[in-house]
């Protein structure tokens, strides 16, 4: 809203990210001196995304969510538990296929979470 020559808005947001946390803290500790920032920030991002400028557009910004990588891995972890709590009861043999088949997922996993940056 624009009040006596002056642009004025009111901001909230979570802080279910780091991604939020760390703008939370940045503003907070800006005080009354946020303006600066936030100007030169839309202005660089508008220079990446100048379709948004074309006023007679409705304007449309999807964010893709990003889970955090230990949050992702614990989520990979207990699903792979799950799945062999439920090939607890099998017999001797069995459970030695399982076991090797464990490894070589546990291997693939690990390599899956190192490559994670490729998804971001």
């Known amino acids: 809203m624009i009040k006596d020559g002056k642009y004025r808005f009111s901001l909230q947001f979570g802080s279910d990210t780091e991604d939020q946390i760390r703008a939370g803290n940045l503003l907070e500790r800006l005080g009354n001196k946020k303006s600066v920032i936030v100007v030169n920030a839309l202005n ?13 557009q409705e304007v449309r910004i999807t964010v893709a ?21 439920s090939f607890g ?3 001797p043999e069995r459970k030695e296929a399982v076991s090797r088949q464990t490894e070589a997922l546990e291997e693939d996993v690990a390599q899956m979470l190192e490559n994670l940056d490729l998804f971001q």
């Open 89 to 91: 009861n099998a017999g």
């Open 65 to 85: 969510p990003v889970i955090e990588h230990e949050r992702l891995e614990q989520l990979i972890r207990s699903i792979i538990e799950e799945k062999m709590a």
């Open 44 to 56: 660089d991002y508008l220079k990446a995304h100048p379709e948004l400028l074309n006023e007679g």
